[in-house]
């Protein structure tokens, strides 16, 4: 089994940034790759960006791109999501997701707790 503790939520302006990190713990050996998701109240699960290791490739959503950036420590199992020119609408709770199998269509196995991030107009 893996464990996820996200950390960094908060309360921002909007136009304000914030960075979210988690840290993989337990077997994460096989950890394939981590990335982050959100659901905002009244809406669908939804993927943010991912960090592919055994690929070695990074994804966005269309919604955050050029705003947020993922990046990561495949040593560490650790994985952070700097967001800048953060809007309402990205208000939500952030979840943390790892894969110890290959990852497609971003499918992950593994989630943690979730973290709010409320961003005020």
């Known amino acids: 089994q893996v464990q996820l503790v996200e950390s960094g939520g908060g309360l921002v302006q909007a136009g304000g940034s914030l960075r979210l990190s988690c840290a993989a713990s337990g077997r994460t050996l096989s950890v394939y790759g981590m990335g982050w998701f959100r659901q905002a109240p009244g809406k669908e699960h939804e993927f943010v960006a991912g960090?592919?290791?055994?690929?070695?490739?990074?994804d966005y959503a269309d919604s955050v791109k050029g705003r947020f950036t993922i990046s990561g420590d495949n040593a560490k199992n650790t994985v952070y999501l700097q967001m800048n020119s953060l809007k309402p609408e990205d208000t939500a709770v952030y979840y943390c997701?790892?894969?110890?199998?290959?990852?497609?269509?971003?499918?992950?196995?593994?989630w943690g707790q979730g973290t709010q991030v409320t961003v005020s107009s």
């Open positions: 997701a790892a894969s110890n199998r290959p990852i497609m269509n971003h499918v992950y196995n593994f």
């Open positions: 960090i592919n290791w055994s690929r070695g490739t990074i």
